[in-house]
């Protein structure tokens, strides 16, 4: 299956355990792994034909900021199944990294990779 790759998009959110770890901002990085058949695309040159990358950016952004989860996992899971649906995926892969929440470590992230059900 081909694939469209979106690395460090930026997201910012409210998301943690200890609830003065939610009470601000904080930016979280994405990295995404959209299965999805570019022949239509490839063969016509047509961007109707593909997932609009800037449209995607413009969905994560919008859903991390609507979250109310307290997990990195959480958000994940949540963030794959609707890009699955939004975009008419195959698949998707999806890193969320979270940087400096622990002292000594320089950021802590976790993956998933969910299909079509």
């Known amino acids: ?14 998301i943690g355990v200890p609830d003065e770890e939610r009470m601000q901002w904080q930016t979280l990085l994405a990295d995404v792994e959209m299965e999805v058949d570019l022949y239509p695309a490839g063969s016509s040159d047509n961007i109707k034909k593909t997932i609009d990358y800037a449209e995607v950016v413009i969905f ?49 992230s976790i993956e998933i990779k969910r299909t079509v059900k």
């Open 1 to 14: 299956m081909d694939k469209i790759f979106l690395q460090q998009v930026q997201l910012n959110t409210h």
């Open 60 to 108: 994560l952004q919008q859903f991390a900021k609507q979250s109310e989860g307290y997990l990195l996992e959480k958000l994940a899971e949540d963030m794959s199944y609707s890009l699955i649906q939004q975009f008419s995926l195959q698949a998707v892969t999806l890193r969320l990294t979270k940087p400096a929440i622990i002292p000594g470590v320089a950021y802590a």
